[in-house]
């Protein structure tokens, strides 16, 4: 009964791995660069290269019932010889990392992880497609330098609050599709964290539990997609984002999010987070 986790050694995938490894359930991450955790098997793999999407069918003592899809910046071409293949050997169900947003609901409209999460459902699959909001983990990585070299936090969103989602949350969420399911409020639930917070409210929680003042300042979209791509943000992924960005601070979407029946909250708040990963941010 094991879990393929592709996307190789990503924060997610680590975090489901370990969940599922203390469990006793068998792991086999799949990886195209080989960059995995240690203490479990890997095998080399590559969505975009067809020599080696039987591969993780072939390593000896793993019988792979189930799949954790993590496909950044991967449309339905890319993902469909291999959701096909895994059918034909044996995969019983498909847990899908997508995203919140318009864009990624299932249906025609949709792009992306979104047109992935609807071939699965036009197939007839078993599947959960998880939709997290927005990383809690990006304040390091996205927001870190800021905070720990010139105490500010700079974003688009003067006024958005959102519901941060923390990855041990995501991760928690992807163990119970694979042990679990029925855990779950729906099969495509929207993951959020448990409160709505705006980046000046983030500021000032982080001055609480640094003791030292950290502010928030407005910039724009155009400075914001330098900000993603200078940090190793993929280009689709920093439009994207970027994107995402303007439409909550034009609607704020986002609010709706607490009281819809399809979500998922987590346990970790940001305040919490922040709290326990202190020391990441401060400089050294």
């Known amino acids: 009964m ?54 993780p069918f072939s390593v000896s003592g793993h019988k792979i019932e189930y799949v954790y899809l993590l496909l950044p910046l991967l449309d339905l071409s890319a993902a469909k010889p291999f959701i096909d293949l895994a059918v034909t050997k044996g995969t019983k169900r498909f ?6 947003g318009k864009y990624k609901e299932k249906g025609p409209g949709s792009d992306g992880t979104g047109q992935v ?11 959960v497609a998880l939709r997290p909001t927005w990383f809690t983990e990006n304040l390091l ?29 995501i991760a928690q969420a992807a163990f119970d599709a694979i042990t679990d399911v029925g855990k779950l409020p729906n099969r495509e639930p929207i993951l959020i964290g448990p409160d709505l917070v705006s980046y000046s409210e983030i500021a000032e929680a982080f001055s609480q539990t640094l003791g030292r003042s950290i502010t928030f300042s407005v910039i724009s979209r ?16 920093a439009h994207y984002l970027v994107n995402r960005e303007g439409e909550e601070e034009s609607n704020g979407e986002s609010a709706a ?28």
């Open 222 to 237: 155009e400075e914001m997609l330098k900000r993603y791509l200078s940090y190793g943000v993929p280009d689709a992924l």
């Open 141 to 169: 990585r996205i927001y870190g330098p800021g905070i720990k070299q010139h105490n500010v936090i700079q974003n688009t969103m003067a006024t958005a609050r959102i519901p941060l989602i923390a990855v041990d949350d």
């Open 257 to 284: 999010l607490l009281k819809d029946p399809k979500s998922l909250t987590g346990k970790l708040g940001v305040k919490e987070w922040i709290v326990k990963h202190k020391q990441d941010f401060i400089a050294a």
């Open 2 to 55: 094991t879990t393929l986790i592709t996307g190789g050694a990503s924060q997610t995938g680590v975090a489901l791995a370990k969940l599922l490894q203390a469990s006793g359930h068998p792991v086999l991450f799949a990886s195209r660069s080989g960059r995995v955790p240690e203490g479990f098997d890997s095998v080399k793999f590559d969505f975009t290269d067809p020599s080696t999407l039987e591969a």
């Open 117 to 127: 999460h609807t071939y699965l459902d036009e197939q007839g699959l078993d599947y």
């Open 95 to 100: 847990v899908l990392l997508s995203a919140s």
